[in-house]
């Protein structure tokens, strides 16, 4: 049976994932307020985003600290009077940055990003903290901008029945 068609003359749109907020159609992807034509999406490609700017903060910090107060007991001869406990102690210390950037990638994980070119711009398409959002959603896309590719389809081409 042909699929039917719109006012556009192009044939109904498929829709490929709907939640709240994001709707990935054969037409139209949405997030948000911005809606992009997927005809027009082209070189899509994924990304993390930048690290979390309070987790490099506390890091940053955390390193001076440790760096200046070793550097402190160096110059006033503070480390041949130190005991075992305190070598433990600026041992532990030392490690203190590495083990807040571990903790601030578990807690505030980097963002997923989508990029394409739009109209001749590269632009951020869509932005998730969820990795499994963010993989249906890019999968919607990529089967969306095959729908489109090949006519509009109302089915895609894994659900055909060839026999």
């Not at 159609?25 to 997927?38: I, L, N, P």
């Not at 550097?71 to 940055?97: E, F, H, I, K």
């Amino acid at each position: 049976m042909p699929s039917p068609l719109s006012v556009t003359g192009l044939a109904a749109p498929l829709t490929t994932y709907d939640r709240p907020g994001i709707t990935v159609t054969s037409h139209w992807f949405t997030v948000g307020d911005r809606t992009f034509a997927v005809r027009e999406l082209t070189r899509l490609r994924t990304s993390r985003g930048p690290y979390d700017r309070l987790t490099v903060r506390a890091v940053t910090v955390t390193g001076g600290i440790v760096a200046a107060t070793a550097l402190l007991l160096g110059v006033t001869g503070g480390l041949q009077r130190l005991s075992a406990g305190g070598y433990l102690l600026l041992g532990v210390a030392t490690l203190l940055p590495a083990l807040i950037a571990l903790a601030g990638r578990r807690w505030r994980p980097t963002a997923h990003e989508l990029w394409g070119s739009y109209r001749g711009t590269d632009q951020l398409l869509f932005s998730s903290d969820q990795e499994r959002e963010f993989g249906q959603v890019t999968r919607a896309l990529l089967r969306a901008r095959e729908a489109a590719r090949l006519g509009g389809w109302d089915d895609p081409v894994a659900t055909a029945d060839p026999w």
